[in-house]
């Protein structure tokens, strides 16, 4: 079965974005686990021990992120939708700025 984790890097101050709250979501929206960035920007692991097959989202609270340093972002969440299909380590990082993100699956 696959693993899960995620990283924020805040691309506006060109270091990791630390104190965002990150949710995992089935498909069908039922929440299967949450966390926030630590210091470095990192949920080293989320979600049950081991993910089945199949699609699933990450919402990432970028207006609680953006809040906490003063500002208002555009994007008040950020959900990336994505599909385990193996049972390798998932990597979802998000590069994120007040207007816009961007994300890739890392290693």
């Known amino acids: 079965m696959a693993t899960l984790s995620t990283h924020v890097l ?3 101050r060109g270091r990791p ?3 965002v709250p ?6 069908t ?3 299967l686990a949450s966390a926030t960035t ?9 979600g049950p021990g081991d993910l089945p097959p ?7 609270d970028t207006a609680a992120y953006h809040r906490s340093l003063g500002e208002q ?6 959900v990336v939708a994505f599909t385990v299909g193996d ?5 979802v990082p998000l590069l994120l700025n007040p207007f816009g993100y961007s994300t890739y699956r890392g290693s």
């Open 87 to 91: 049972d390798r380590h998932h990597h």
């Open 10 to 12: 805040d691309t506006s």
């Open 17 to 19: 974005a630390e104190g």
């Open 38 to 46: 630590d210091a470095d920007g990192r949920v080293g692991s989320l």
């Open 54 to 60: 199949g699609v699933y989202r990450l919402r990432f």
């Open 73 to 78: 972002g555009f994007y008040p969440e950020v």
């Open 22 to 27: 990150v949710t995992l979501l089935s498909a």
């Open 29 to 31: 929206g039922e929440e």
